[in-house]
């Protein structure tokens, strides 16, 4: 499987996700897969294409300005400002229909545009507003909906009363007005709402807080308190009125619901949480439980919180119970699948699972053992699995679906199978088995997601030399990522533009090639130095990046500010931060700079690239708007950081001062704070829960792009927040607890609960006396993966005093304690229980040393042991692409000698799978390379589609077999493969060589190669890269005897030449 060489695209993609986010944790919640409903007002779900506003659109205040020298984002600001001046202007009963144009015009929002909303005198115009904003509230990014809050508070400013504070304008009947908008008035505010006025809110309406979807758990907490006192009252008329809040509730709350007999009533409530509450449900599960043993009725009682009850209590679920309350069971989506396979072990003790039974199993499903399915005919599981596999196939593990693909595809025809399976199950087919398909139709793309290597062989088998028309695009889905160079070439004239953006939207992103062929066939197709500003707009940001600086110059000076605002939505990242190209792209735009407040706003990313001293003279306004970019860059050097870092102690003052709404402000820019300026903001709870979303979110961007290179990793670090959070975390339970202050603190079950993937911030000493709660949330820790090793034995020790000896630790617990495993010693993993292929999936889905972000990782001689303990019960020889594909990463552990024993039938089945593991020998990279030509030919015979199927494996080259490789094949050697080539191996290559190999590959290079090249490849590889000039063509370089050279020296050369 081709490693996506534009991967490093994901670092803003998910800073946007952390941007719209951070405004606040979850309150210790996951997500249970329920997805937001979908609002038909909003013509962009999930997804706003590019381009997002044609300024010759009519009708909406967007006509085109005739000077030509207006920006986008400035027509649209005009075009906002005029749809709000009609709308002030119409009747109530019309507003609705005028704002419709105003859904066009939401990807582009700014500040400026609310802050220039006119006032609204009449109240039920108003009214209609809100309603339009509520609908569309989850594509406004949180900055506009503070502003929206902030300018409903402008029309009802407050009059002070004998000069004394001016009264909260948050009355109860414009809480009504701001609808979903409440949750993002400033905390200050809503606390001073009397309780009173509250109440009347509460009552006034019965959907208000139900469609609050983004409640933060601070909100809650300030809403609930507001509701205590008049509880009893409030909740008998109707549970319903509570909307999201009992999916915030606390043990106040619990015990009330629990006193008056309304558990049952609260679990039918919880059910509309669009995020599942865990510690509510555990709570409940308590309550209802307390040391019982689990009967039909408690089951049925319980609904989705028996899946927080203890492992131990699933295990001794006697068979008639889970039998009779089997389907209650199974339509609980929030199971583990450590818990599914618990249930499903007590009903195959009396009984063997069948594919009939599949359909009454439901989520429970991913607790079937891989050899099970195997066990099962390739019929029944061609009759069954299709719609298992819709509904619970992410649960599914990579070896359960490869065991019931393979089971299939060995008893029935691909082409059969491809139309049943309405799900992707691209990933369990190899490309050799595509090769045997006798015709590609467009259907094949309809369901499935092929990797690039599978995709290059079907796109090309299916076009032919054939023009690619726009439809085709749309017929190919996703797909359409793979399309290589060639095929963009033919690409259709007429719909050109409109095919870029569409391929230029695609997430995972295309590759750095596949945007300079894209940028060719534009420069091909348009007169740049002509080109009209409708058409320009047209043109995607990202591809603007790799327009040449040659053909930047012919752009008129008019499209200026058009330019910022477009390279200000671009994804700089795609170029290396040394790159020439990145260069000039931002000293062009830089060109065009007015660091006005609305040119600020629209420079989107390009804030990135101001310098330390231009940050510092920002003004005070300005940089609260910049604020908002800046949480898209994490590209910024340390001088970047600190000048940040400083402006914002300038703008906000003393940190001992900040309050909730300032953290949310500053987001990620916290990250950029020194040690002593964090240790000032004040321990509070809110700060807690504000540090927890935050760095749980930058972590799952640092995580994402660690293996970039250099050129593209981030810079910021999130070690003083996680300081500063666990500083916070211990004040709070100090001043929460009698124990002598000598004591460790131990940590509650809710707090590990709330603190999730951020519970590393504990001491190996706080974490060694929470034995208490350990096996109820286990699964929960087995899943922190920053854990030191310490930290990992600690816990490995307390789960030997829960089970006993390693012996002991079956099937269903080993998935549970996921992490704490790597802590087990070589000795103790021989005598793991390792006869499933399921199990060795659950310790091969763990990273190896030096092969992630931390220390931790499965040593060789773990690695070893593993390997030992698993060959006793299946030898080499008889290794099944099923077993292969546990295996995964422990591949890289066995000898050139067992790797020459694996039957090449069954290898070539999972070589796109080998091909993305990290094998750092390499004689261990030489002997799977060879393994992958016995299995699907000689390298000769290779195409770009098998190349990108082995992927990382291609280290495994030695120099003369990738100097006998095409130009067009190293033009796609894997970007994965490049920082595991030998020192040997690079020493051999040419200059020409490195200089045709694609750029993503090469910017892998890691910083100890490029020192093992002399100065002419290191030159070759800094050209490709664009770090470097190009050298200027030599006009006699096309003999060596025209070279200017001496005359004695060139005759003589010359002389030899023809001897």
């Known amino acids: ?22 405004t606040g944790g979850n309150g210790g919640q996951r997500g249970n897969g329920r997805k937001p409903e979908k609002r038909p007002l909003f013509p962009f779900p999930g997804k706003i294409p590019w381009p997002p506003y044609n300024p010759g659109l009519k009708g909406n205040g967007g006509e085109r300005n005739s000077a030509g020298g207006r920006s986008n984002a400035h027509s649209a600001k005009l075009a906002i400002e005029q749809i709000m001046k009609n709308a002030a202007a119409a009747e109530a009963a019309n507003v609705s229909v005028i704002l419709q144009d105003l859904v066009v015009f939401l990807p582009m929002f700014k500040p400026s545009a609310i802050r220039a909303f006119p006032k609204f005198a009449n109240e039920s115009q108003l009214k209609e507003i809100m309603k339009f904003f509520s609908e569309c509230y989850d594509f406004i990014s949180p900055p506009m909906r503070h502003a929206i809050v902030g300018w409903i508070e402008k029309m009802y400013p407050g009059k002070p009363s004998g000069g004394g504070e001016k009264p909260n304008w948050l009355q109860s009947d414009r809480m009504v007005l701001l609808g979903r908008f409440l949750t993002d008035a400033p905390i200050p505010l809503l606390k001073a709402v009397s309780a009173e006025q509250f ?92 040391n019982g043993t689990l009967d039909a009725m408690t089951v049925r009682k319980l609904g989705r919180a028996i899946t927080t009850i203890p492992a131990s209590m699933l295990r001794n679920m006697a068979f008639e119970t889970m039998n009779t309350s089997l389907e209650e069971l199974s339509t609980i989506k929030d199971w583990s699948k450590s818990q599914c396979m618990m249930l499903l072990s007590i009903m195959r003790r009396a009984k063997n699972i069948q594919a009939s039974d599949l359909s009454k199993l439901g989520h429970l499903v991913p607790g079937i053992p891989s050899n099970d399915f195997q ?57 050799y088995q595509l090769m045997n398909l006798t015709q590609v139709r467009k259907e094949i793309f309809k369901d499935q997601i092929w990797d690039c290597g599978q995709a290059t062989y079907l796109l090309g088998k299916y076009f032919g030399h054939r023009k690619i028309l726009l439809t085709d695009l749309k017929d190919l889905g996703r797909n359409s990522r793979c399309l290589n160079c060639k095929m963009i070439k033919a690409l259709d004239n007429e719909t050109l533009l409109e095919a870029s953006a569409m391929l230029a939207n695609l997430f995972p992103p295309m590759t750095q090639n596949q945007f300079r062929c894209l940028a060719e066939r534009i420069q091909l197709n348009l007169n740049l130095s002509n080109i009209t500003e409708n058409d320009f707009l047209r043109i995607h940001p990202n591809i603007l990046l790799f327009i040449p600086e040659a ?20 994804e700089l990242s795609l170029l290396p931060v040394g790159s020439l190209q990145r260069k000039n792209v931002i000293t062009f735009a830089k060109s065009c700079w007015n660091m006005t407040v609305e040119d600020t706003e629209n420079l989107g990313r390009l804030v990135c690239e101001l310098a330390g001293p231009e940050v510092k003279n920002l003004s005070s306004e300005v940089f609260q708007v910049a604020l908002e970019q800046f949480q898209f ?37 916290l990250a950029m704070l020194d040690e002593k300026s964090l240790s000032m903001i004040p321990n509070e709870e809110e700060t807690m829960f504000m540090l927890q979303g935050c760095i749980h979110r930058l972590r799952r961007v640092l995580k994402e792009v660690a293996r970039n290179p250099p ?84 816990l490995k020790l307390i789960a030997f005093e829960v089970w006993g000896t390693v012996e002991n630790l079956t099937m269903e617990i080993i998935p549970q304690l996921g992490y704490i495993l790597m802590a087990l010693s070589p000795e103790e993993i021989q005598k793991l229980d390792l006869t499933t292929v399921d199990t060795l999936e659950v310790l091969t889905n763990l990273p190896m040393s030096l092969q992630n972000m931390t220390d931790v990782g499965w040593s060789m001689e773990q690695v070893a042991a593993i390997l030992m303990n698993y060959f006793e019960n299946v030898p080499v020889p008889n290794l099944t692409a099923v077993d292969l594909t546990a295996l995964g990463q422990f591949i890289c552990g066995m000898t050139v000698q067992e790797i020459a024993q694996i039957q090449s039938t069954e290898y070539r089945n999972v070589i796109a799978k080998m091909g993305q593991m990290t094998c750092l020998q390499h004689e261990t990279l030489a002997a799977l390379k060879n393994k992958s030509e016995e299995a699907i030919g000689p390298l000769a015979t290779w195409t770009t589609a098998i190349l990108l199927e082995i992927g990382k494996l291609a280290a495994g080259l030695n120099a003369f077999e990738l100097s006998s490789m095409s130009k067009d094949l190293l033009k796609v050697f894997p970007p994965g493969a490049m920082p595991l080539l030998s020192e040997a191996v690079l020493k051999e290559l040419s200059p020409e060589l490195l200089g045709g190999m694609n750029p993503e590959s090469l910017a892998r290079m890691s910083n100890e190669q490029r020192n093992f090249l002399n100065p002419e ?43």
């Open 1 to 22: 499987m081709q490693e996506c060489p534009g991967r490093f695209c994901l670092v803003l993609t998910l800073a946007f996700l952390f941007a719209v986010q951070a």
């Open 199 to 290: 109440a009347q809110y509460f009552n006034s309406t019965e959907q208000c807080l139900a469609n609050m979807t983004q409640m933060r758990k601070v909100v809650a907490s300030v809403f609930l308190d507001k509701l205590f006192n008049t509880w009893t009252q409030d909740v008998d008329k109707g549970g319903e009125r509570l909307g999201q809040l009992v999916c915030h509730f606390q043990d106040r709350e619990i015990d009330w619901m629990s006193e008056n007999n309304k558990l049952e009533e609260l679990l039918q409530l919880l059910e509309n949480c669009t995020r599942q509450p865990i510690q509510v449900f555990r709570k409940i599960a308590k309550k209802h439980m307390g």
């Open 375 to 431: 066990r099962m005919s390739a019929q029944e599981l061609m009759d069954e699995m299709p719609k298992v596999l819709e509904n619970q196939g992410d649960m599914l593990g990579q070896t359960q679906r490869k065991a019931v693909l393979d089971k299939i595809l060995k008893g029935k025809d691909l082409s059969e199978v491809l139309s049943r399976f309405k799900v992707d199950i691209a990933p369990e087919i190899s490309l």
């Open 551 to 570: 053909e930047w110059k012919k752009i008129p000076n008019s499209t200026c500010p058009q330019m910022t605002y477009l390279i200000g939505k671009a």
């Open 633 to 669: 860059c994490l590209q910024l050097s340390d001088a970047q950081q600190e000048a940040v870092a400083s402006k914002a102690l300038t703008v906000f003052g003393s940190p001992s001062g900040w309050n909730l709404e300032i953290l949310q402000k500053l987001g990620v820019v």
């Open 711 to 794: 050129q593209y990793r981030p810079f910021l670090k999130t070690k003083a927040l996680e300081k500063k959070m666990s500083t916070t975390i211990k004040e709070l339970r100090k001043n929460s607890r009698t124990r002598r202050s000598t004591d460790p603190v131990c940590p509650t079950a809710s707090q590990l609960l709330e603190l999730e993937e951020n519970n590393f911030l504990w001491s190996f000493e706080s974490l060694s006396c929470i034995n208490g709660s350990f096996e109820e949330l286990v699964g929960m820790l087995g899943q922190v993966e920053e854990f030191s090793m310490q930290q990992l034995h600690t």
């Open 1017 to 1059: 490849q290191l030159t070759a590889v800094q050209t490709a890269l664009e770090e470097i000039s190009p050298l200027p063509p030599d006009p006699h370089s096309g003999s060596p005897c025209l070279q200017p050279w001496p005359l004695l020296a060139s005759l003589l050369f010359c002389l030899l030449i023809a001897l």
